[in-house]
């Protein structure tokens, strides 16, 4: 999915967070958007995942414009958001937590999202079992437990937040192996980080 910003403002009463940001991200590209704390990468993707409206601006996605109303049209349109703190329910299992939020997704029996979280999870390496209590999981293991979550939703565009923030070297990689190889299947990739 190609991305495209036009002109974006945003505005709090006087106080101008972003101020006519052009972006333009390829279909099957990993981008990085980095800048300080305060610069409005926070403020921006919340604008594109639907959390927040924009002052003004345009928002094309595959050459059309459209508008991230709120988040669930976003993710209607296929925008997915990996959040630095992990947005998952720790009482649950890893299988629980993947299935939340799609009642209304016509694949929503519970035996072939565990063969769908199984065959994802062996696409991208990742060592995650529908049983495995999510309380028990590492930071690392959460994060990739939302980035399968991500990919289960047919995300097209990926926004990832600090995603290496509190991981391991190896989930590091892991990650970054995983990242690469989902670009291959046209997906289009934007890592936030403030370094």
Excluded: C, W
């Excluded at 703190?85 to 629980?96: A, K, M, N, S």
């Amino acid at each position: 999915m190609q991305i495209e910003l036009q002109q974006i403002h945003k505005s709090f009463g006087n106080h101008h967070v972003l101020k006519g940001i052009d972006l333009r991200v390829d279909a099957g590209t990993i981008h990085g958007l980095v800048g300080e704390n305060g610069a409005g990468k926070s403020t921006l993707m919340k604008i594109l995942t639907g959390y927040l409206s924009r002052s003004e601006g345009r928002i094309l996605l595959d050459g059309e414009e459209v508008n991230t109303a709120d988040p669930a049209t976003a993710a209607a349109l296929g925008i997915g958001m990996l959040y630095q703190e992990p947005q998952d329910f720790p009482p649950l299992t890893v299988l629980e937590n993947f299935i939340v939020g799609r009642d209304s997704h016509p694949d929503n029996h519970r035996r072939r999202q565990q063969q769908r979280l199984s065959e994802l999870s062996e696409q991208v390496h990742f060592q995650l079992h529908g049983s495995d209590s999510v309380e028990r999981l590492t930071v690392g293991e959460r994060q990739q437990l939302e980035f399968l979550r991500l990919l289960g939703r047919d995300a097209r565009l990926l926004i990832l937040d600090e995603p290496t923030t509190g991981i391991s070297d190896r989930q590091k990689a892991r990650l970054f192996a995983a990242l690469r190889q989902i670009r291959e299947q046209g997906r289009t990739i934007l890592l936030v980080s403030h370094k």
